[in-house]
């Protein structure tokens, strides 16, 4: 028993020593933009709606684009980790005229989580500090909806889990020193997305409504990070 016991602390220990090699955290700021996309469903009391969306990301306004990141990496320079994105959609004026609402935004964030893998190449221009990375993730969004129906007596103000995220990632590191760092990228964000529309409780026995549509952010992110 002793002898299988020391097998298996031997494979675990080998098993993370690589994954122990390195902590990175990341931060970043940068500009934000949302894709236009197709968006369907029904306002609450049941009407329906097919319309393309023109999103604005409005990185710049409070509460501003931000993001950051956890990896674990590795001696083979794999990574491992968790990303959390606060990006943002606004709804055009078009949009919301064509609508009869008075706001639709996902302004306190269209957070994206992720679970991501990273691959880095130190070493891959000799001499300089500089080290390209890439990097991909899966996971879910999780948007603050903010929604009025004009005229209504209520709002939908709230955090709602609205379906699965992917992410991708394509970046440039320059080392200041063996802890801190500097980093520009590019990342791309795409969120499949069924939100809910309260209903107006002023309204007895209305429906609520529901939004579905998928949305694709770009950014180009600069940041700072620490490694451990």
């Not at 393309?52 to 409005?58: A, I, R, T, V, Y």
Request: hydrophobic share 40%; net charge negative; no cysteine.
């Amino acid at each position: 028993m002793l002898r299988y016991a020391k097998s298996a602390l031997a494979a675990l220990v080998l098993l993370a020593s690589p994954a122990a090699a390195e902590m990175e955290l990341s931060f970043y700021l940068g500009w934000q933009g949302v894709s236009d996309s197709n968006g369907s469903g029904t306002l609450p009391g049941g009407a329906p709606f097919n319309r393309k969306f023109n999103w604005d990301g409005k990185p710049f306004e409070a509460p501003i684009y931000y993001g950051g990141r956890a990896t674990w990496w590795t001696s083979n320079n794999f990574g491992f980790g968790v990303e959390g994105t606060h990006t943002k959609a606004y709804a055009s004026a078009g949009d919301l005229a064509a609508l009869g609402l008075g706001r639709l935004e996902l302004s306190d964030g269209h957070n994206i989580i992720t679970a991501n893998v990273m691959k880095r190449w130190p070493g891959y221009f000799k001499g300089s500090n500089f080290t390209p990375y890439l990097g991909a993730g899966v996971g879910l969004a999780i948007p603050h909806v903010d929604a009025q129906v004009i005229g209504a007596t209520n709002r939908t103000f709230d955090y709602e889990q609205t379906g699965i995220a992917l992410r991708g990632i394509a970046g440039m590191k320059y080392d200041l020193n063996d802890r801190w760092a500097l980093f520009g990228e590019y990342q791309i964000t795409w969120s499949d997305n069924d939100i809910t529309l309260d209903a107006d409780p002023a309204v007895p026995g209305q429906v609520p409504g529901r939004l579905s549509t998928e949305l694709t952010t770009h950014a180009i992110n600069f940041g700072i990070s620490y490694s451990f």
